[in-house]
């Protein structure tokens, strides 16, 4: 009797545990059927950056895309990439904008809170150097993350799609 529910009890175990062994097993699609996949995504206008065969590197926009080719406006021409060729493809995803906000805003609050301390350490009317140093971060803060916004908008993000 035992034996019996332990043999039930390892079937039902095997049973649960099959589909998730499947998700382990590599990917066979084709390298030129994850690309075509991948281009027939692309957004009309869509920013992107594409090494192949033949081509090598390129960057443009997508003025159209099929399963089987994308074509680009580059700076100087339009160009056309078949999709078997493409080794790589990476799509503009946004810029560092807020990332450079806030690296921007947080130094120039302590540089600011620091300068604020300090000269209130030198100044006869000064009370409390605690205030100083926050009215100094926020004073400090809004600038440098102005700044930070603005030196991050120059550098886009790209996200790989393929491989």
Known sequence: MHRQRFGVLVAGLFAVTAGAAGAQEPDTTSAAAGAATALVRLGLGERVRIVSSGVGFAEGAVLSRSATF??????????????????????????????????????????????????????????????????????????????????????????????
């Open 70 to 163: 994308v074509t680009l406006r580059t700076a100087r021409s339009t160009i056309e990439i078949p999709a078997a060729r493409v080794d790589s493809l990476w799509v503009r995803q946004g810029t560092y904008a807020g990332r450079g906000a806030l690296i921007g805003g947080v130094a120039g609050a302590v540089f600011f809170g620091t300068v604020f301390g300090g000269l209130c350490q030198r100044e006869e009317g000064c009370t409390n150097k605690g205030v100083a140093i926050l009215v100094g971060g926020l004073a400090g803060a809004v600038p440098g993350g102005l700044l930070g916004a603005l030196i991050g908008v120059a550098f886009p993000k790209w996200q790989l799609r393929v491989p």
